[in-house]
């Protein structure tokens, strides 16, 4: 046996070029690249349609007047931070920009959609399935981290994801969804 086919036998088996262990993370990264982009900009239109009226939304007046039925104090206010989190959030995770902090914005919108929404049973149109679904892909996102098709492997930071930054995340996003809901709805 030559030594070449030796040697790249070896390199395949250790996760050298063309190794399946290579193509596995090249997999992961393009099916997390998917996913961020998919529910970001999901999200990032859903907030435009808030704030702007675009993409045939309500605008910001008529959000406002959605939180104030609901129960919300300052409803301008709830109106243009949901908003503004849903778009600038939303964006975040789609480019894969400060991935795990865009993931705690948008598992705080999504549990307060949730507490809204929960008497309603499961399924849509009334129901929390849509909203669970984004909850969990944040979740999923915050927690693994951004892949390698992200802004933040261009950020002067540590360029690493840890678990417990993507745990401290959720936690965040999870604790202002409960300040939100006990402070400023009825």
Known sequence: ??????????????????????????????????????????????????????????????????????????????ATVAGLTETLCGLGLAIGLLTPLAGAGIVGIMLNAIAMKWGNGFFNPAGIEYDLVLLTAAVSLALAGPGRFAVDHVLPVPRTHRLSH?????????????????????
């Open 166 to 186: 993507g745990i401290t995340a959720v936690t965040l996003g999870a604790v202002a969804a409960a300040v939100v809901l006990v402070a400023l709805h009825d």
């Open 1 to 78: 046996m030559p030594l070449s086919t030796s040697t790249s036998t070896h390199d395949a088996a250790a996760g050298g070029p063309g190794s399946p262990l290579v193509s596995a993370q090249y997999g992961g990264d393009i099916g997390l690249l998917l996913l961020r982009c998919a529910v970001g900009l999901t999200m990032a239109v859903h907030g435009s349609q808030k704030l702007f009226g675009w993409f045939n939304g309500a605008g910001l007046d008529s959000t406002a007047g959605f939180f104030a039925s609901d129960g919300y104090s300052a409803p301008k206010v709830m």
